[in-house]
């Protein structure tokens, strides 16, 4: 049972190969429809997944797991097989997302708790059966005046480290996502400050919730400014922030650290990953699980019309691709310029 947890936690992250983010609730894919003029519909939601997981290079090559909502490891493609069996016959990994969300934290104004823990150890099983072999829990960070806070640091490491425990009892890998927005105007120290923290305490719930390090992995933010700062850097000082950081608090039994790109362009989420590749002598696998920077593009050439269905997944391809080559540290500026 053991082997078979550290086993999937492996392969999630090995070889080049990332976690494709596919699981935005109904109202985050409404408005990432709402931006390409298609209505956010059972069938459209359908129709673009499984246009995504139809894609047989990236799916094959380089897509090693997909993060899915409670909708759409329910949904069956048009003819009828369901989404998750594709997603297996291309040798990829179904996941579920399991949080029920971030919501206003009480004696913490201005920060979230993530909920979702009544009930988890059932859906798990439910989730199992469904073939979902990870799942994924995300608590969110905001940086602002006076905060974070200790008292909403510690509740959201407590949540995650809980909801680790739940899932490694139900033999599903748990993805530990805390998430440091990049929001707001705060340079990169203060970034690596927060994240510094977060990790440290997140890290010491995992330990107190006896989580077996092997069988899990972790999806953090990388060290970045916020978007409205004036101090902007370049990939190389991101990748040298974010190694140092995450030597110092993840320890090296974790097998592999998928990060996400919480609102970075495209190009630069896959810069950053090559530029951390190109250190070396990394103790973990790293590699991306991304919504946004490998969704964006696919979903603009795709924008809900039939005829645009290779065009699609074209997009989806090529951002794949460019992920598993900054993954393996070979990624090159101008394989951008090849358009997909
Ligand atoms: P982004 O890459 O768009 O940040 O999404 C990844 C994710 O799963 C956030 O929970």
Not at 15 to 36: V, Y
Not at 152 to 173: D, P, T, W
């Amino acid at each position: 049972m053991t082997t078979s947890l550290d086993e999937v936690a492996y392969k999630m992250c090995a070889g080049g190969k990332g976690i494709l983010a596919a699981d935005e609730s109904s109202s985050t894919i409404k408005k990432r429809f709402d931006a390409i003029g298609v209505e956010s519909t059972f069938d459209n939601r359908r129709d673009y997944r499984e246009m995504l997981f139809r894609s047989d290079e990236a799916m094959t090559k380089y897509i090693s797991g997909v993060i899915l909502f409670d909708e759409t490891i329910r949904q069956k493609a048009k003819d009828g097989t369901p989404l998750v069996e594709l997603i297996q016959k291309a040798d990829s990994i179904p996941g579920i997302k399991v949080d029920a969300g971030a919501k206003p934290q009480p004696g913490a104004p201005g920060e979230t708790i993530t909920e979702g823990l009544d009930g988890l150890g059932g859906r798990l099983k439910e989730y199992y059966d469904l073939g979902a072999r990870f799942a994924k829990w995300r608590a969110v960070i905001d940086i602002g005046a006076g905060i974070p806070s200790y008292t909403s640091l510690i509740a959201n490491a407590q949540a995650l480290a809980r909801y680790a425990a739940l899932c490694q009892e139900a033999n599903i890998v748990p993805i530990v996502e805390p998430e440091v927005l990049m929001d707001g105007d705060h340079d990169i120290d203060r970034c690596y400050d927060v994240t510094e923290w977060v990790l440290k305490e997140v890290f010491q719930q995992l330990f107190y919730a006896r989580i077996r390090l092997e069988g899990m992995v972790l999806k953090p933010n990388m060290i970045v400014p916020g978007m409205k700062s004036p101090k902007q850097v370049s990939y190389e000082q991101v990748a040298e922030k974010t190694v140092r950081v995450l030597k110092n608090c993840v320890p090296s039994a974790v097998p592999g650290i998928a990060f996400l790109s919480g609102g970075q362009s495209d190009e630069a989420a896959t810069g950053h990953l090559d530029a951390m590749i190109k250190i070396g002598n990394l103790p973990w696998n790293l590699t991306f699980s991304y919504g946004r920077a490998l969704q964006a593009a696919p979903q603009k050439a795709w924008s809900g019309k039939p005829e645009n269905w290779g065009a699609g997944q074209a997009a989806f391809t090529h951002r794949a691709k460019m992920n598993y080559l900054a993954a393996l540290g070979k990624w090159a500026a101008d394989e951008e310029k090849k358009a997909a």
